[in-house]
């Protein structure tokens, strides 16, 4: 894995937020996946500054959705999505697409979901953060490596998590949709992004730690091209951090 490791959250959206200008300008990126939480905020905000980019021809896919929760729903991640990303990027909004948490059939929708992102030829570049415990999109601990989009139990502490965005706890969906680590791997490019003391454990879990579903994160270090941008705070727990200083500061002339 390629750790960058930057002093603010301003300079970590701004780096990735180049990355993606970059690879939508040269056209290796047209189909983006797009991740909620605080943690991409600062990309989407850079990003938002550079409207101009051909981003309105992005197709976008979400990681993840809340079951039960209407798409109108202010904490829906079709909300969230839309007021953080569809909007401000200027995103055509039938191109962006989230897992329907509301549909009748929801093990259909999740095999259909997969299928999309097929269809659209898979994701150039997808968005990650990272959870306390490790995970990504929703998938928790132990979830399976090879796992495809489907309906997971989210882990209490993850609902303890996520209860600050509403009225109680209790109104935090027991389920959710998500995309599997096997369709997150499938992703040609992956950009993780951690901010904060609070994930420097699980950031040093998943980059230096041994591969294991304990730790869902961890199988980034199977992925032929994933990038970590870090702020200083979420990097604190790193081992090999002035070997990743060195390398950012000796980087081959074409990767400049
Ligand atoms: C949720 C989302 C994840 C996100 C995580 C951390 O669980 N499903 O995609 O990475 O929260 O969010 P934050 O960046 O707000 O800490």
Redesign the pocket.
Same mark, same amino acid.
């Given at each position: 894995m390629k750790v960058i490791i930057l002093a603010t959250a301003e300079e970590v959206g701004d780096h990735a937020a180049r990355a993606i200008i970059t690879g939508v300008s040269a056209g290796t990126i047209s189909v983006l996946g797009v991740?909620?939480?605080?943690?991409?905020l600062p990309i989407y905000r850079a990003l938002a500054a550079h409207r101009a980019a051909d981003l309105h021809t992005l197709t976008a896919y979400a990681? #993840?959705e809340y079951v039960g929760l209407p798409a109108a729903h202010p904490q829906s991640y079709r909300s969230v999505i839309d007021a953080e990303v569809t909007i401000p990027l200027g995103l055509d909004p039938d191109r962006v697409h989230v897992p329907d948490g509301s549909a009748v059939d929801i093990e259909a929708a999740c095999v259909s979901y997969d299928l999309a992102i097929a269809d659209s030829g898979g994701i150039d570049l997808q968005i990650?953060?990272?959870?306390g415990d490790g995970?990504?999109?929703?998938n928790e601990p132990t979830s399976s490596f090879a796992s495809r989009t489907r309906v997971k139990t989210l882990a209490p502490q993850?609902r303890a #998590?996520?209860a600050r965005f509403f009225e109680s706890i209790d109104d935090v969906p027991v389920h959710c949709i998500?995309q599997g680590l096997g369709t997150i791997m499938e992703a040609k490019q992956i950009l993780l992004v951690a901010l904060g003391a609070t994930?420097a454990s699980a950031v040093a879990a998943a980059v230096e730690g041994p591969i294991t579903s304990m730790c869902p994160a961890s199988i980034l270090q199977m992925h032929p091209d994933a990038t970590v941008i870090l702020d200083s705070a979420a990097a604190s727990k790193l081992r090999l951090t002035a070997y990743y200083h060195y390398v950012a500061a000796h980087l081959p002339i074409w990767q400049r």
């Open positions: 991740a909620t939480g605080s943690s991409p990681l #993840d990650l953060g990272i959870g995970h990504i999109g929703f993850t #998590d996520n998500t994930k």
